[in-house]
């Protein structure tokens, strides 16, 4: 690791954070909605299984001008393949600028349960595939912003830490060898977190990894039964804790080194991780507490 790269990026996180304390708006409402997005994401460990819903959230000044726009969406960015050498936000670049023009606003993009793996339905993974994903991502979630109603944009977070032991075979090696910083604790248990943020009717759950997109899937149903008109889910959110498979689907291969159709196990930290993860969110979406802190 290059500990002078790492320091420089955290200093220009930190002010950025401490630079968005100060609004130059006061934001008055939100405009949320989401979309089917056919044609440009598959699945190709479980073909059957497809997420293709952008979920768009737009934050308003008091004279209703976009402030900022959020786009979340299931999908790798990962059109350029294993011959870019570039350093590039892939499809994703193309998408902000799209919206950012026709705004006049910044847009932020959120990966949602893009695990499994959910990858850019493309056939060269050429730059021109990317720009195309990219516009046809932008027309879409430009279009549901159009004419939806403008709501309240009161904010409520909630949070759960839970915990769950680590064990990845692979995982532990690299700890050991220091490759992996070791996250466990006295008991070699690894704690995490989950996150419910409601803005108005948009309800995001956070999850610390890459989430398959069947328990995405259900996620979301467990919003919207809970109250949420525009469900979304945000990714690789606190931690990166690899793969999040169902209980179900889970099988560790023989060989983790030619894992075949079980690549995701073996980035996985566990079997246990997606239950306790879909225990979590019961807990979120059940408490009537804001800021939650309870290890299981």
């Keep these: 690791m290059n500990q002078r790269y790492l320091?420089?990026?955290?200093?220009?996180?930190?002010?950025?954070?401490?630079?968005?304390?100060?609004?130059e708006h006061?934001?008055?409402?939100?405009?949320?909605?989401?979309?089917?997005?056919?044609?440009?994401?598959?699945?190709?460990?479980?073909?059957?299984?497809?997420?293709?819903?952008?979920?768009?959230?737009?934050?308003?000044s008091t004279s209703n001008q976009p402030l900022l726009t959020l786009m979340d969406f299931p999908c790798h960015p990962e059109v350029l393949w294993e011959g870019n050498p570039h350093i590039t936000s892939d499809y994703p670049a193309t998408l902000r600028c799209i919206v950012e023009a026709e705004t006049g606003a910044p847009c932020i993009f959120f990966s949602g349960a893009l695990g499994g793996m959910m990858t850019p339905d493309v056939e060269?993974?050429?730059f021109e595939e990317a720009e195309e994903m990219g516009q046809k991502l932008?027309?879409?979630?430009l279009s549901v912003l159009q004419d939806p109603e403008i709501i309240d944009p009161t904010i409520r977070f909630k949070h759960h830490k839970f915990s769950t032991k680590l064990q990845n075979p692979l995982f532990k090696i690299a700890i050991r060898r220091g490759l992996l910083p070791e996250?466990?604790?006295r008991r070699g248990r690894l704690t995490t977190e989950a996150n419910l943020i409601?803005?108005?009717?948009?309800?995001?759950?956070?999850?610390?990894?890459?989430?398959?997109?069947?328990?995405?899937?259900?996620?979301?149903?467990?919003?919207?039964a809970a109250g949420a008109q525009v469900p979304g889910i945000i990714g690789l959110a606190n931690?990166?804790?690899?793969?999040?498979?169902?209980?179900?689907?889970?099988?560790?291969p023989l060989n983790p080194l030619n894992p075949k159709d079980h690549y995701e196990e073996t980035m996985s930290i566990s079997k246990a991780?997606?239950?306790?993860?879909?225990?979590?969110?019961?807990?979120?979406?059940?408490?009537?507490?804001?800021?939650?802190d309870g290890n299981e």
């Design 183 to 185: 996250p466990r604790d």
């Design 124 to 126: 060269d993974h050429s």
């Design 198 to 224: 409601q803005i108005g009717n948009c309800w995001f759950v956070t999850v610390p990894g890459e989430l398959l997109p069947k328990l995405g899937l259900v996620i979301k149903d467990k919003l919207r």
């Design 7 to 23: 320091d420089d990026l955290k200093e220009k996180i930190y002010q950025t954070i401490a630079k968005s304390f100060v609004l």
């Design 138 to 141: 932008a027309k879409a979630g």
């Design 239 to 252: 931690d990166e804790l690899g793969y999040i498979l169902p209980k179900e689907d889970f099988r560790y």
């Design 26 to 60: 006061e934001v008055a409402g939100i405009k949320t909605g989401s979309v089917r997005v056919p044609g440009v994401v598959k699945n190709i460990r479980d073909p059957e299984i497809v997420d293709d819903e952008l979920t768009v959230l737009q934050f308003l």
């Design 273 to 292: 991780i997606g239950p306790k993860l879909m225990e979590a969110v019961d807990v979120l979406l059940m408490s009537n507490r804001y800021h939650i």
